[in-house]
């Protein structure tokens, strides 16, 4: 889809939904989670780790280089009935979404908004737009382009992170733990 026909901030902060079905009832399917985060995964380019606590899953991926742009999994996992060669086994269901930390895009939120406000009260100070008045309106619109850079690069950045996570979500939801 265009970018011209997205809502601006699901475009800068997208959440990508993520169902996954286990043949593990919902304990132990928490538990595989857990031992497959418990000291981090080891991928090639980082770790998974993360929390599985009461059917909440929060889990993401730990690079090397710092990033506090990239998606973090938050979901639940709860029960559900699959239909087995023996009648009705107990399953369960894992359903949550990719999207950035709720703190950055907070502070991303008053940082965009500060910049917005910056350049709409030079504007209307200035009374007037003339080519002579654009140099005042520059701080706040290249502070505002700046940020959405940052939060573009550091999605650019962990591209791979959701893929990675859920290969490590699927291998761990698929494989009965001892």
Known sequence: MPIMHMRFWNWLFPRT??????PLPPDQAAQA?????ARGNLTANG???????????HLYHRSFL??????????QLQGS??????GSAQG???RGRFAPPVLVVLFMAFWIGFCLLWSVVTALQ???ISL???????????????????????????ADDPRILSRVMQQALQSPTD
Request: aromatic letters at 4%.
């Open 132 to 158: 002579m008045h654009i140099p005042a309106l520059l701080p706040g619109l290249v502070m505002m382009g700046f940020g959405i850079g940052l939060v573009r690069l550091g999605q650019h950045l962990a």
């Open 17 to 22: 939904p993520l169902q996954l079905s286990s």
């Open 92 to 94: 369960s269901v894992l």
């Open 33 to 37: 989670l857990r031992a497959a985060t």
């Open 47 to 57: 770790t998974v780790v993360g929390s599985v606590r009461a059917g909440r899953v």
């Open 126 to 128: 200035l009374g007037a």
């Open 66 to 75: 710092r990033n506090s742009f990239k998606p973090h999994f938050r979901g």
């Open 81 to 86: 009935a699959q239909g087995s060669a023996q």
